[in-house]
Antibody, heavy 121, light 108 residues
Framework: QIQLQQSGPGLVKPSQTLSLTCAIS??????????WNWIRQSPSGGLEWLGRTYYRSKWYNDYALSVKSRISINPDTSKNQFSLQLNSVTPEDTAVYYC???????????WGQGTLVTVSS | DIQMTQSPSSLSASVGDRVTITCRASQSISSYLNWYQQKPGKAPKVLIY???SLQSGVPSRFSGSGSGTDFTLTISSLQPEDFATYYCQQSYGTPPFTFGPGTTVDFK
């Protein structure tokens, strides 16, 4: 049974870095057939795909243009997890952040529990 | 980026009603269209993927259709647990993978 368990702080100060981790059980971050994604949901309810990391003989990343200059998604094979770092946050980055799996059929089939991150001083 | 729209933005229905939600893409996305259900305080859950494939464990009253730019999610007989918000999402080609704004189904 695949599970994604998120961890990280719920409060980040403006201009600082948001850091979240997603621990994977029941699958491998290094699987050659899946991709590991971060998605966020604004307080108004809109869902925004932020980026992904995946392994196909080497590691690849894709990022949304809206955050490309500030985002980094990295795998940690020793702990079977992946992380999100978003730099220079502003209150507009306040959202519920989800880690998800794309199981190879072009949809997000497993989701973490979500982490509400508030950007405020 | 491919833009997704949904209609209606909300609807009121009764148990047993047939409900239809429409999603439109700003360009052709073939059949790379997924539908999710979200209840308050929970993560979205995939119902339908690649336009018409039913995710394992999802009741058969949910169905999807369409290709190109126009897609439909149908709930054949609305059940009490189906009151939720529904999102479409495209996964065509290279990222970004964009979502529709959502359709909220509530009690009439």
């Amino acid at each position: 049974q695949i599970q994604l368990q998120q961890s990280g702080p719920g409060l980040v100060k403006p201009s600082q870095t948001l850091s979240l981790t997603c621990a994977i059980s029941g699958d491998s971050v290094s699987s050659n057939s899946v991709a590991w994604n971060w998605i966020r949901q604004s307080p108004s309810g809109g869902l925004e795909w932020l980026g992904r990391t995946y392994y196909r003989s080497k590691w690849y990343n894709d990022y949304a243009l809206s955050v490309k200059s500030r985002i980094s998604i990295n795998p940690d094979t020793s702990k079977n997890q992946f992380s999100l770092q978003l730099n220079s946050v502003t209150p507009e980055d306040t959202a519920v952040y989800y880690c998800t799996r794309d199981g190879g059929s072009f949809h997000f089939d497993y989701w973490g529990q979500g982490t509400l991150v508030t950007v405020s001083s | 980026d491919i833009q997704m729209t949904q209609s209606p933005s909300s609807l009121s229905a009764s148990v047993g009603d047939r409900v239809t939600i429409t999603c439109r893409a700003s360009q052709s996305i073939s059949s790379y269209l997924n539908w999710y259900q979200q209840k308050p305080g929970k993560a979205p859950k995939v119902l339908i993927y690649v336009a018409s494939s039913l995710q394992s464990g999802v009741p058969s009253r949910f169905s999807g259709s369409g290709s190109g730019t126009d897609f439909t999610l149908t709930i054949s007989s609305l059940q009490p647990e189906d009151f939720a918000t529904y999102y479409c999402q495209q996964s065509y080609g290279t990222p970004p993978f964009t979502f529709g704004p959502g359709t909220t189904v509530d009690f009439k």
